[in-house]
């Protein structure tokens, strides 16, 4: 599926719930599926800035397309970077460059986020395009 | 006179933002140690400076800055009278803690060289600890710390063995923000005083508990801000003895804080103008002044009172929940709670929380050393005014199992 398609699904998804406390569960539950880093690669060089919570974010290029595994020590963030993955991974570093990310605000998710967690979901987008910015001028 | 009849019902009435509604939830204000709210009387004498009488102090000959500076100046004689100073020289108005800390040590450095001491307490909020690092980087000068115990409270003895002839400087804080301990600090004055040592007491946390008596703890330096005191933010507090500010030079330079200014020279003015450069937040200076009158007339002894009420309380209903640990446990402590549920993460449950219209603070609290200590990276801070209820706790405890149920 491309990046847009998946963002759609999500959405769709999202759209099924009918408050705050199901779209949460759902994101923990996502938390609990998320493909986990590399204990070698939990280190604070992988770990991005701008959250209350711990995220570490690695990224490797198999064949052409962008792998990310993460983790986070608090179970909602894990499962917002796990629907991070979810859209950007095992995708060429270009359509991830130029992937839109307005789906963030389409399910919902940033009126039930404090501004310290919207800004950290932003760091976390920020860091995915990174990594396919450099992977793509290798 | 006598008016100790505590109506809370009343009382929340002063208070127009606990009525609102955050996330369709009724508000639940349960971080009082990051700022508490500001009483009616308050907001009103911020409108009334600006609609009635906003003018620049000490310059103008005109009528409006002649009331302006008479109701500056009476708002630093009720700081004068609350904290039982000598003389209003004593207090100087700043833009918060932070910035009377930074004032202070500052002003340390001329005083300090290499080879002297300085010493700080492993329960400090951080912006009683990196001015003082920045003075030592600038003079030399080493920096000791006052050990912890389990409980959250300073190892007296510890410190008692810290103190020698090299000791220039001792900063503590009178309460901790993270843990709401109560610390010693008049024994901790009396003892820096035997080495001739001077004392910083960062009273952030406190002068919403208690009154402050600056003759009785004999301190050299005590500060605060007025947005946890009630009051507007933008607005602190310095109480300097009057030898130590002669003492210290100026912080910043600028109008106001002069005394005669040529391209050669400049004499500072005499306290309390001398660390008073620019105009202030004068309007805000005022308002923290009716803020003083407020919390006096509802009177220490009924906050105390009430806040020991709710504190008890919510400790108890707190540890009847699997698996928490409350962080801080003297027997000596204000009306704040942190504490973490198993193995779950503070922002998760402050997260789940918020949405139920709960406000509570998560994370490290500006005391990383404190979190280093129990081997955590934050937890859950609850601390509760006088102005918080039994049914605002039940409704804490409500979301807090809601969240445990869906994060375990
Ligand atoms: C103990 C303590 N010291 C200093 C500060 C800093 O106060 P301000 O941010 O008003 O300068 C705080 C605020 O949280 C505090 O709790």
Redesign the interface.
Known sequence: MTIEEIQNEIISEFDMFNDWIEKYEYIIDLGKSLPVIKTQYKTQENIIRGCQSKVWLYAENIDNKLIFTADSDAIITKGIIAILIRTFSNQSAEEIINAKTDFVEKIGLKEHLSQTRANGLSSMIKQIKLYAVAYSNK | MKNTAFNIVSIRNDFPILNSKV?GKQLVYLDNAATTQTPKVVIDSLVSYYSKINANIHRGAHYLSQKATEAYEQARKKFQKHFNAKSSNEIIFTSGTTHSINLVANGFVNLLKSGDEIIVSHLEHHSNIVPWQMLCEKTGATMRVIPMNEKGELIFSEYEKLLSNKTKVVFVNHVSNALGTINPIKEIIRKAHKFGSAVLIDGAQALPHFKVDVIDLDVDFYVGSAHKLYGPTGVGILYGKEKWLNKIPPYQGGGEMIDEVTFEKTTYAKLPNKFEAGTPNIGGVIASGVAIDYINKIGFENIAKREIELLDYATKKLLEIDEIKIYGNSSNKTSVISFNIGS??P??I???I??EGIAVR??HHCAQPIMDYFNI??TIRISLSFYNTIEEIDSLINSIM?AKK??S
């Open positions: 996330n779950i993460h922002y998760d402050g997260s789940i918020d949405n998560t994370g990276s934050g809601v869906m994060l």
